[in-house]
């Protein structure tokens, strides 16, 4: 009797039909509608941010004057008696300073017979007929003169740039520390110190990766063309003007000037063509 009544309820529980359930209605609704909430969410400040970056650029975009192709640069100089403001706060500046021809007035490192060790060579640091000179190895290693060309920015450190064969301008690993005692500064130091580089290097002061034609040249200073012949592997390196001018930034002005020594009643005051009218 027993075995019948437990055949039947094996019966009755294997003829149950098995529910198909829904992945999606296990979700509770309460919580199903926070999840779309969350979603939205996302997309309104992802939508919210680009919309923020485009205005952001468009209005640097506005901001940066377009010269035109044809203009020709013309030199700072010509910029001053109508930004006089901007032409004094300019002056002495890290543009104004980015690389100057190495004299009197522009070194700041002490060339009285002044040395440094580095991977075991001494360096010494002296001048001959009011020109700037460094004793140290050259580009097979061979201690010789090197005469110092241009002074490479100004603080908190002064770079210096000498000239090797080709039209190579290189960057000395030595510089010069021009904060003041107080801070740390008033000394010759490597900018390597731990590596004992040697010629052969790339980054050693004759390698490429400290050749200012190719590394340094465009960022200091205006109109700049590197006139690299491959053929020949050397430069013929020119600029308009050998430090970060208003032209740097704000492209060749001659379209410009041309536009303000208008009479006023003859300009277009557009944003674009007070800058670009030919």
Request: hydrophobic fraction near 40%; charged fraction near 20%.
């Amino acid at each position: 009797m027993a075995k019948r009544t437990a055949g039947k309820n094996q019966q009755r529980a294997g003829s149950r039909p098995v529910p198909l359930v829904d992945p999606a209605s296990s979700v509770k609704p309460q919580a199903a509608r926070y999840l779309w909430l969350a979603v939205a969410s996302m997309l309104i400040v992802a939508l919210g941010l680009t919309w923020y970056f485009n205005r952001a650029e468009q209005a640097v975009e506005a901001a940066v004057v377009k010269p035109t192709v044809n203009a020709s640069y013309v030199g700072g100089k010509r910029c001053i008696s109508c930004h006089a403001d901007q032409a004094k706060a300019w002056s002495g500046s890290d543009h104004d300073l980015a690389m100057q021809v190495a004299n009197e007035k522009t070194v700041l490192g002490n060339f009285d017979n002044a040395h440094f060790s580095y991977a075991d060579v001494s360096s010494r640091f002296f001048k001959r007929d009011g020109r700037f000179f460094v004793s140290t190895d050259g580009p097979r290693g061979v201690v010789a003169d090197f005469e110092i060309k241009y002074t490479f920015g100004v603080r908190p450190l002064q770079q210096y740039l000498i000239e090797l064969p080709g039209g190579r301008l290189q960057a000395f690993g030595i510089a010069w520390d021009a904060r003041t005692r107080e801070q740390g500064g008033q000394r010759w130091f490597h900018l390597y110190p731990k590596d004992a580089l040697k010629a052969g290097d790339a980054l050693h002061w004759t390698g490429v990766n400290q050749n200012w034609n190719f590394m340094c040249s465009e960022c200091h200073s205006t109109a700049l063309a590197k006139n690299y012949d491959s053929k020949n592997e050397t430069f013929n390196t020119t600029w308009k003007e050998i430090n970060v001018s208003c032209e740097a930034c704000h492209g060749p002005a001659s379209s410009h000037l041309a536009w303000a020594e208008k009479p006023k009643t003859e300009r277009d005051t557009s944003s674009e063509k007070a800058w670009s009218m030919p």
